[in-house]
């Protein structure tokens, strides 16, 4: 194998990786194989005059074929990132909803909480206490690891995803607010 070769191939095995250079490879071959033969004949009579027909195209191919794995890299990477921005767009605004749409009774549990401490742990009876259990099912409150929800003196904590918008919503949610003075 000529030097030359084995520097290419040095290179890219260096600043690109494995995944991207047989996505470049596999479109290179599909530029050759779906590619119109009037096309590879303009650019092998046009463009550039070898005596080697088809070696133009290909090496003409290749460059092409590094952009269009280049932009589709940069396509799924923009894809990503959109979705995960729109997903915490859709989270945000459910973690918002859950928090505005309380009971008296959940509200009054997120102001023990807010009272005692936003990070702190409480002792419910879940059997007895329905707004727990709809807290819990709303994601805002969860058990301490080891303890069920239906023990009688079940141990729960903010989940670390609400504590944030509780503070906000200590603030500047009614219901939470006068539940939260009533309780101090």
Do not use: H
């Amino acid at each position: 194998m000529p030097n030359w070769i084995e520097a290419v191939i040095a290179y890219l095995k260096q600043n690109t990786s494995l995944r991207f250079n047989m996505f470049w490879l596999l479109s290179w071959f599909a530029l050759l194989i779906f590619t119109p033969i009037g096309y590879i004949e303009f650019i092998n009579s046009k463009l550039l005059q070898w005596d080697n027909p088809y070696i133009v195209s290909s090496l003409f191919f290749v460059p092409v074929s590094y952009f269009i794995s280049y932009f589709v890299k940069l396509f799924i990477k923009l894809c990503i990132y959109l979705n995960r921005a729109l997903t915490q767009v859709r989270l945000n605004k459910k973690k918002k909803n859950n928090i505005n749409n309380v009971t008296d009774k959940e509200a009054s549990i997120i102001a023990i909480f807010a009272e005692i401490g936003l990070d702190s742990e409480l002792s419910f009876d879940s059997m007895n206490e329905k707004g727990v259990i709809e807290l819990f099912n709303k994601g805002i409150i969860e058990p301490i690891k080891g303890d069920y929800i239906n023990e009688p003196k079940c141990k729960y904590r903010i989940t670390s995803n609400y504590l944030k918008d509780i503070e906000y919503a200590l603030v500047n949610n009614t219901k939470i607010r006068k539940a939260y003075e009533e309780v101090r």
